[in-house]
């Protein structure tokens, strides 16, 4: 990829917390703390690998955000990859990992963008579904191979109505990951590399 196309792909993190206040209750904090962090980390380790990304997150630490906040600010920026991250506290022996992109239970007739006419918010995923299904099959794949299962347990890629992405016209998957006490850091290579895979455009 060269250093000019490398410039024009955005990314738009959106960690949970921002619509239902604190979040989930961790082990230590709470889920709206330890998404947010986790999301600074991953922008500055995708920064150090690759410094032409534009990554955006859609809120600061003590931020509160209306309902569909996220899907708006990531469709007016009409970013190339929407990445929502979600923690729960795990109690399972090994963590796991969830990976979504949207579906409803009725697939419309994909969006044609270029045409200016007024689509349900319900139906936006429809305009990249394809792009969104192949970048949740890849983080599938990654988060699945051999050399990560001694430290979590990455489920097959899911397509569902997940509240986090509705409304979202954008190429957009999420991450439900359940964190031990021992916190979030384990996830960060793995899921930063599949994203610069994504970003190089080797898929």
């Given at each position: 990829?060269s250093?000019?196309t490398?410039?024009?792909f955005?990314?738009l993190?959106?960690?949970a917390?921002g619509?239902?206040?604190?979040?989930?209750?961790?082990?230590?904090e709470?889920?709206?703390q330890a998404?947010?962090?986790f999301?600074k980390?991953?922008?500055?380790?995708?920064?150090?690998k690759?410094p032409?990304?534009?990554?955006i997150?859609?809120?600061?630490?003590?931020q509160i955000?209306?309902?569909?906040h996220s899907?708006?600010?990531?469709?007016?920026?009409?970013v190339?990859?929407?990445?929502?991250?979600s923690?729960y506290?795990?109690?399972?022996?090994k963590p796991?990992?969830?990976?979504?992109y949207?579906?409803?239970?009725?697939?419309?007739k994909p969006i044609?963008?270029q045409?200016?006419?007024?689509?349900?918010?319900k139906?936006?995923f429809t305009?990249?579904?394809?792009?969104?299904?192949k970048y949740a099959?890849?983080?599938?794949s990654?988060l699945?191979e051999?050399?990560?299962?001694?430290?979590?347990?990455c489920h097959?890629?899911?397509?569902?109505p997940?509240?986090?992405?509705c409304g979202?016209?954008?190429?957009?998957?999420?991450?439900?990951i359940?964190?031990?006490?021992?916190g979030?850091?384990l996830?960060?290579?793995p899921?930063?590399n599949?994203i610069?895979e994504?970003?190089?455009?080797?898929?």
């Amino acid at each position: 990829m060269s250093m000019a196309t490398a410039k024009q792909f955005t990314i738009l993190i959106d960690p949970a917390g921002g619509v239902q206040g604190s979040g989930r209750k961790l082990d230590y904090e709470f889920e709206r703390q330890a998404t947010y962090q986790f999301a600074k980390q991953l922008r500055s380790f995708l920064l150090t690998k690759h410094p032409y990304l534009e990554i955006i997150l859609s809120r600061n630490a003590n931020q509160i955000l209306e309902p569909l906040h996220s899907a708006n600010f990531a469709n007016q920026l009409q970013v190339d990859l929407f990445i929502s991250l979600s923690f729960y506290k795990e109690t399972a022996i090994k963590p796991n990992i969830f990976i979504f992109y949207f579906k409803n239970s009725h697939f419309f007739k994909p969006i044609n963008l270029q045409n200016l006419e007024f689509y349900p918010y319900k139906q936006a995923f429809t305009a990249y579904f394809d792009r969104s299904q192949k970048y949740a099959l890849l983080a599938q794949s990654r988060l699945q191979e051999p050399q990560y299962a001694h430290y979590f347990v990455c489920h097959n890629a899911l397509a569902f109505p997940f509240k986090p992405l509705c409304g979202v016209t954008t190429p957009g998957i999420s991450f439900e990951i359940g964190l031990k006490a021992n916190g979030w850091e384990l996830y960060l290579a793995p899921i930063g590399n599949l994203i610069l895979e994504v970003a190089y455009d080797k898929i």
